[in-house]
């Protein structure tokens, strides 16, 4: 059996596990979110608790099984409390402005780069180098957060550019520590 796909998912107060078949519905306060379950793996609620079995012991439905018990938790987490990403900003000139529910990004461009929140995304702008990512979809919180960082990724010279909070950039040595090896 698979240790992740065999332990049960609690379900906290305020969250309605439905079940259709191979559709799975999981409501909370702060949205509501949808999963498709390939035949050989069954869900079912049992005393407060959603549990994942499945039908054999082939190895694609071992592997599915732990996914399938995974994506259902992160499910529940999101429908409770939400996702958030946090990316920071570095570089002279580099800043991020709201503009709605769009932010504008100015990093280097002739202009400034208009960012559309994917749907059930918040964006938020925290100072001006700072941009927070929520929602309750932790798949799509993780897109929309490296969809941006794409947009101006870390100078491994510099540093300069979108990075995740917290994220270390090993910075290369440049030409002057290049000529000074040979010398």
Do not use: C, W
Not at 166 to 181: P, S, T, V, Y
């Amino acid at each position: 059996m698979s240790r992740i796909g065999r332990m049960p998912i609690v379900i906290p107060k305020g969250v309605q596990v439905t079940i259709n078949g191979a559709q799975v519905t999981i409501k909370g306060p702060k949205g509501e979110l949808f999963h498709s379950v390939i035949p050989r793996i069954t869900v079912a609620v049992k005393e407060g608790h959603v549990i994942v079995a499945r039908a054999d012991d082939e190895r694609p439905t071992r592997a599915l099984h732990g996914l399938t018990r995974a994506l259902l938790n992160n499910m529940v987490v999101g429908v409770t409390q939400g996702y958030q990403k946090a990316l920071e900003i570095v570089g002279v000139g580099y800043r991020v402005q709201p503009s709605g529910k769009h932010l504008a990004l100015n990093v280097g461009f002739t202009h400034p780069v208009e960012v559309a929140p994917l749907p059930g995304i918040t964006l938020a702008a925290e100072g001006t180098n700072r941009i927070i990512i929520s929602g309750v979809d932790k798949q799509l919180v993780g897109q929309m957060a490296a969809k941006i960082r794409s947009m101006r990724p870390p100078d491994p010279y510099k540093g300069k550019g979108i990075r995740y909070v917290g994220e270390r950039i090993k910075l290369k040595a440049g030409k002057a520590a290049a000529g000074k090896a040979k010398a």
